[in-house]
Structures are given as C-alpha cells and as structure tokens.
C-alpha cells in the first residue's frame, strides 16, 4: 500500500471511531489527528503556496525587512506542521 492510502485508510479509521467514541475529549482529539493527516495529503505545490502566502504576511507585519526571507518562510513552515494549527492572525 503506498503511502497516500495509507493515509487515507488512517483518516477514514480516525474520522469513524471519533463517531462512535462517547468520550469527547477522545473524539475531539481522533478529529485532530484526522485533521493532521489530511493536511500532509495536501499537493506539495498547494502547501508550497500556502506557506509563501503566510510568509508574506508576516513579512509585512513585520515591517518588511530585508534580508529576513528565511526566517519568515521558516515561522510559516513551522505554523503549517503544527497538530493545532488554528487561527493564523
């Protein structure tokens, strides 16, 4: 099974016991896992834009400095791999 089924068989199993589970604190933490790895599905090329555009912003925030590039591009990566990836702004 390569890998891109394998994640979706473990999203599917995750989303389906969060269902059934009574527990909320257990389900809500399936759906975050669940969530997680539907995000790593995402095409490379739409995480690739996703973190320019949130490097961008706080670019800008920032006061647009120069030569940082880098350091924002990281802090965006960085938001991007977080399990609770909530609000951005």
Request: positive net charge; glycine residues 4%.
């Amino acid at each position: 099974m390569d890998e891109r089924k394998k994640l979706e068989h473990q999203i599917a199993l995750a989303t389906r016991t969060a269902a059934y589970t009574k527990d909320e604190n257990t389900a809500s933490r399936l759906r975050q896992f669940a969530d997680q790895l539907r995000r790593n599905l995402l095409p490379s090329s739409s995480r690739r834009a996703q973190i320019t555009a949130r490097a961008y912003q706080l670019w800008e925030r920032a006061g647009r400095p120069s030569g940082r590039d880098l350091d924002f591009w990281l802090d965006a990566e960085r938001e991007f791999s977080r399990p609770d990836r909530g609000s951005q702004d």
